[in-house]
């Protein structure tokens, strides 16, 4: 049996989570204190402590990711652009732990060259917040 990329699995647990994560946003506007998710739609080189799936990206790797993933992740990251822009952040993301996740996600993808233009523009709708807070 063949072990599975990092890469890979990024993408599989994002493909299989992202529904229901795109419906807590949708119902709440924020995300919930109970769900366990950050890692999977804000991935860095670091692997998430309580991440059950160990999930992270490298630079090597990072535009593959970017090729390779379902587009449904660059709608949910504009969505929450559009929420925190709308709803500011720290309400969006109350655990303080989560919004230092986002400013590691947006220190990583800033180092990647890449021609995806929606992670770009991601990039800097995110950096316009104070994720240190």
Not at 13 to 39: A, F, G, P, T, V
Not at 99 to 126: A, C
Request: net charge negative; aromatic share 12%; charged share 30%.
């Amino acid at each position: 049996m063949t072990a599975i990329s990092e890469e890979d699995n990024l993408l599989d647990i994002q493909d299989i989570n992202i529904s229901w994560i795109e419906s807590e946003l949708n119902d709440k506007h924020k995300k919930s204190d109970d769900s366990h998710w950050i890692w999977w739609i804000f991935p860095t080189e670091k692997k998430g402590k309580n991440d059950p799936f160990k999930t992270c990206v490298s630079i090597e790797n990072a535009n593959y990711v970017l090729k390779y993933a379902s587009c449904r992740w660059s709608n949910i990251l504009h969505n929450i652009c559009n929420l925190i822009d709308t709803y500011d952040n720290t309400v969006v993301f109350p655990n303080h732990n989560d919004r230092k996740r986002i400013h590691y996600f947006i220190e990583f993808w800033k180092k990647i060259p890449t021609n995806q233009s929606w992670m770009k523009i991601v990039i800097d709708r995110l950096e316009k917040h104070d994720w240190c807070t």
